[in-house]
């Protein structure tokens, strides 16, 4: 869990902080898992909530949008070049503006769908969509650089 709410907050005493909080979060309403999915799959969504919100809190959190858009179209393919490793990928994901960081990392490394995330973040699922779009045009734009620094 420690590993998940780093992703989000990238400090280990905030990390911490986030886990130990939803730790006591999920204990205090532990009558309302309903046991439809896995304990820890439970937990770990509390520990996501709780690492966004800790975040939140935080004065470094740029707005996410959210105001009625249009659905931005999706790309299906994900592929990337094959001599850029996943931790090229992550160190880029990284990189990124919070807002589009957080949507890639609940789409790809969470397996949320827009719907989900829409939830977690308090965004219209069309947002989400909107910002997966954005997220992942600024991740290729990275990787493209990347490249180029590369063989440069």
Not at 25 to 40: C, H, L, P, R, V
Request: net charge negative; proline share 1%; hydrophobic share 35%.
């Amino acid at each position: 869990m420690l590993c998940i709410a780093m992703r989000y907050l990238k400090q280990k005493d905030l990390a911490e902080d986030a886990v130990q909080e939803a730790f006591i979060k999920a204990f205090k309403n532990i009558e309302s898992y309903d046991g439809e999915t896995t304990f820890g799959a439970w937990l770990k969504r509390i520990v996501i909530n709780q690492s966004i919100d800790h975040y939140r809190q935080l004065k470094y959190h740029e707005d996410i949008e959210n105001h009625a858009l249009e659905v931005a179209e999706e790309e299906n393919s994900w592929e990337v070049e094959e001599h850029i490793s996943t931790e090229d990928i992550k160190k880029c994901i990284d990189n990124l503006p919070e807002k589009y960081s957080t949507i890639l990392k609940l789409y790809l490394m969470e397996g949320y769908d827009h719907d989900e995330i829409g939830e977690i973040l308090h965004i219209k699922a069309n947002n989400s969509r909107i910002q997966l779009h954005r997220s992942k045009k600024l991740l290729k734009e990275q990787l493209k650089a990347l490249r180029y620094e590369r063989f440069a």
